[in-house]
């Protein structure tokens, strides 16, 4: 053989995408709105890759975000990315982030009415330091008609009115509050040594490795599963004095050699749930981000971070829970909403409900 034929053979998410198509698991305007997002990422990617020569690190100057956390120049360029990206694929009806601080009804929108949230940059404190970070998105259909908000309200560029809630914003809140079981796809992008897209359409989870010079993701990652168990936690400790017991409690069982014939866990922390949660998915175990005396839900949000994790995992086999209920199943009552996050292999996620109900 002259060259080896496989090497030039490239099965694309644009394929793939066309493939589920054909097969009836997505419709074209779907299909539309993951490859708007795709494109965001790989212009996410590109930003992020280049933000130390062309003075993209460091704090944005805009202050707090709705979060109460100061903002990072990529975390604003990143929201806007997806913005843009989405706004442009005409198929978004309502678009929630976290770095807005309400849902946007997309004025663009054509056909579809897809409502999308999505987190534009996880992880955002580690950017400086060239640490890996990604991006989180979910995609539900609407649950009212977004049609119908801007049939009887005229389109506005944002659902935020100047003083209180009207009645548009509230049909925007309430199209963006849905369980995670209503999610059509999930899927996040890695930034890292390479940049892996992990997406989930509700049957089975598929890895997409960008390819640089060709500029296209990859399908590198036939229908992940996650190990059922396994020996690595990934938590940040430094909160354990504001832990509650069973938490304390789980954590030191980790810990004890005697316990797990003489070796114990191994723990790994970057502090990205993105990166933390693809180890995971990949080599199994758990990440854990706990309440605390201090924020009582934890830190993670359901509708960008918890939900669309919480899918994935599920559809690798694996669990996603608050160590109380199922994450899918919370009904969220706050687009902005805080709920503990323990997810990963399911015989790990179990073991830590263990704890909660002895
Ligand atoms: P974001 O950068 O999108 O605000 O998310 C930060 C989240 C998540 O990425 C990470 O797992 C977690 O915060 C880390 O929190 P601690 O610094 O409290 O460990
Ligand atoms: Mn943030
Ligand atoms: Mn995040
Ligand atoms: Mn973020």
Same mark, same amino acid.
């Given at each position: 053989?002259?060259?080896?034929?496989?090497?030039?053979?490239?099965?694309?998410?644009?394929?793939?995408?066309?493939?589920?198509?054909?097969?009836?698991?997505?419709?074209?305007?779907?299909?539309?709105?993951?490859?708007?997002?795709?494109?965001?990422?790989?212009?996410?990617?590109?930003?992020?890759?280049?933000?130390?020569?062309?003075?993209?690190?460091?704090?944005?100057?805009?202050?707090?975000?709705?979060?109460?956390?100061?903002?990072?120049?990529?975390?604003?360029?990143?929201?806007?990315?997806?913005?843009?990206?989405?706004?442009?694929?005409?198929?978004?009806?309502?678009?929630?982030?976290?770095?807005?601080?309400?849902?946007?009804?997309?004025?663009?929108?054509?056909?579809?009415?897809?409502?999308?949230?999505?987190?534009?940059?996880?992880?955002?404190?580690?950017?400086?330091?060239?640490?890996?970070?990604?991006?989180?998105?979910?995609?539900? !259909?609407?649950?009212?008609?977004?049609?119908?908000?801007?049939?009887?309200?005229?389109?506005?560029?944002?659902?935020?009115?100047?003083?209180?809630?009207?009645?548009?914003?509230?049909?925007?809140?309430?199209?963006?509050?849905?369980?995670?079981?209503?999610?059509?796809?999930?899927?996040?992008?890695?930034?890292?040594?390479?940049?892996?897209?992990?997406?989930?359409?509700?049957?089975?989870?598929?890895?997409?490795?960008?390819?640089?010079?060709?500029?296209?993701?990859?399908?590198?990652?036939?229908?992940?599963?996650?190990?059922?168990?396994?020996?690595?936690?990934?938590?940040? !400790?430094?909160?354990?004095?504001?832990?509650?017991?069973?938490?304390?409690?789980?954590?030191?069982?980790?810990?004890?050699?005697?316990?797990?014939?003489?070796?114990?866990?191994?723990?790994?922390?970057?502090?990205?749930?993105?990166?933390?949660?693809?180890?995971?998915?990949?080599?199994?175990?758990?990440?854990?981000?706990?309440?605390?005396?201090?924020?009582?839900?934890?830190?993670?949000?359901?509708?960008?971070?918890?939900?669309?994790?919480?899918?994935?995992?599920?559809?690798?086999?694996?669990?996603?829970?608050?160590?109380? !209920?199922?994450?899918?199943?919370?009904?969220?009552?706050?687009?902005?909403?805080?709920?503990?996050?323990?997810?990963?292999?399911?015989?790990?996620?179990?073991?830590?409900?263990?704890?909660?109900?002895?």
């Amino acid at each position: 053989e002259v060259y080896n034929k496989s090497q030039f053979e490239l099965y694309t998410l644009t394929t793939w995408l066309l493939q589920e198509q054909r097969k009836g698991k997505i419709d074209s305007e779907l299909a539309t709105v993951i490859s708007s997002i795709s494109l965001a990422c790989k212009q996410i990617a590109a930003a992020v890759g280049r933000s130390g020569i062309s003075s993209l690190t460091g704090v944005a100057g805009t202050g707090e975000n709705v979060q109460g956390e100061e903002q990072k120049k990529l975390d604003v360029i990143s929201n806007d990315i997806f913005c843009n990206c989405l706004r442009m694929s005409g198929r978004t009806g309502v678009i929630a982030s976290e770095e807005e601080a309400t849902p946007v009804a997309v004025e663009e929108t054509d056909s579809g009415n897809y409502i999308v949230v999505f987190d534009p940059l996880d992880g955002s404190s580690n950017i400086d330091a060239g640490i890996s970070v990604g991006s989180i998105f979910g995609i539900y !259909e609407p649950s009212i008609s977004v049609g119908s908000i801007f049939g009887i309200y005229e389109p506005s560029e944002t659902c935020m009115v100047d003083g209180d809630l009207d009645q548009s914003l509230e049909a925007c809140i309430t199209n963006v509050c849905q369980p995670g079981k209503n999610l059509l796809v999930a899927g996040y992008c890695l930034y890292s040594s390479c940049h892996t897209m992990v997406l989930t359409i509700g049957d089975g989870v598929y890895g997409f490795t960008l390819d640089p010079y060709v500029g296209e993701f990859v399908l590198t990652h036939n229908r992940i599963q996650v190990p059922e168990v396994g020996k690595i936690y990934s938590f940040n !400790e430094g909160n354990y004095a504001m832990w509650d017991e069973p938490t304390k409690k789980y954590m030191d069982s980790l810990k004890d050699p005697a316990k797990w014939g003489g070796k114990p866990y191994s723990a790994r922390y970057i502090g990205s749930l993105v990166g933390d949660f693809h180890r995971t998915l990949l080599y199994g175990g758990i990440y854990g981000y706990p309440g605390d005396a201090k924020n009582k839900n934890g830190k993670l949000r359901l509708l960008y971070e918890c939900a669309p994790m919480s899918f994935i995992a599920e559809q690798a086999g694996g669990m996603g829970s608050t160590g109380k !209920e199922r994450v899918l199943d919370i009904q969220p009552t706050e687009v902005h909403q805080r709920v503990p996050l323990m997810i990963g292999s399911k015989k790990e996620v179990e073991y830590y409900e263990s704890f909660y109900k002895n």
